[in-house]
């Protein structure tokens, strides 16, 4: 791969696009198999039932490669809020900006649609440090920890940032 190609960025999600996201989640060493088939069936999802699906894509490029993408969308019976459910990097791209430059244009693409505020959630295992370093990083506040939400000595550290 190219890494001084440019970053292409688009909205559309093409048939390829569920085994590119099955290889950028694996790579990065973070979940389960259970998790990554999650991610990959939101892709599905969006490729079978388009908008009506409610899942919302960026995907990240380089060198005619799907290299990082994002996916958000609105929170039923929320007033203007979304979801970002997934932000992810493939492990071999890291560290190059892909992360911080994909954020910003997804919540710019938010902002555009009047969204208000931008709920994330992660992990409170140590080794998603780096993943809740990044959201601070970037302006997101914890907003709540639900304690062993997602197994024993597992948080679910929920995050939010304010557009407006």
Known sequence: ?????????????????????????????????????????????????????????LFADQGGRTVAYSCFGEIACSDDSYDLYWIAVHEDCRHQGIGKILLKKTEALIAGRQGRAIWVETSGQEKYLPTQKFYLRFGYREEAVLKDFYGANDDKIIYVKRLV
């Open 1 to 57: 791969m190219n890494k001084s190609a440019p970053l292409v960025f688009r909205e559309n999600v093409l048939p390829g696009d569920p085994v590119a996201v099955r290889g950028i989640v694996a790579s990065t060493g973070f979940f389960y198999d259970h998790e990554i088939d999650v991610a990959v069936e939101l892709v599905d999802e969006r490729l079978q039932k388009g908008l009506k699906s409610g899942y919302l894509f």
